[in-house]
Nanobody
Framework: VQLQASGGGLVQAGGSLRLSCAAS????????MGWFRQAPGKEREFVAAFRRSLNREYYADSVKGRFTISRDNAKNTVSLQMRSLKPEDTAVYYCAARAVWNVDYSNVRHYDYWGQGTLVTVSS
């Protein structure tokens, strides 16, 4: 599976952005799709995940209520709608996939496939 993230850019605080991740390859049957982010000098951290089999969403506390993850199986994409953006949301955002759901879905080590990252910059 290959993942291609897009949609990053520069936005003012309080604004919105929508990230997309297009999957290609043999199949798009991964039960777990997630978004992570990495700010300069910091470790990569969990943002949101979507469990396909249960059609369920999971969020980091820092983005809950502001970000929405969604998946379009027909288009083989997973998206992250980001609203009320804050300067602390500035980071490179990565999409990730895993064939089988893991209860430790927020752990970066449990994902098998990664996109190349897209930069989101939120100005104050």
């Amino acid at each position: 599976v290959q993942l291609q993230a897009s949609g990053g850019g520069l936005v003012q605080a309080g604004g919105s952005l929508r990230l997309s991740c297009a999957a290609s390859g043999r199949t798009f049957s991964n039960d777990a799709m997630g978004w992570f982010r990495q700010a300069p000098g910091k470790e990569r951290e969990f943002v949101a995940a979507f469990r396909r089999s249960l059609n369920r969403e999971y969020y980091a506390d820092s983005v809950k209520g502001r970000f929405t993850i969604s998946r379009d199986n027909a288009k083989n994409t997973v998206s992250l709608q980001m609203r009320s953006l804050k300067p602390e949301d500035t980071a490179v955002y990565y999409c990730a996939a895993r064939a089988v759901w893991n209860v430790d879905y927020s752990n970066v080590r449990h994902y098998d496939y990664w996109g190349q990252g897209t930069l989101v910059t939120v100005s104050s």
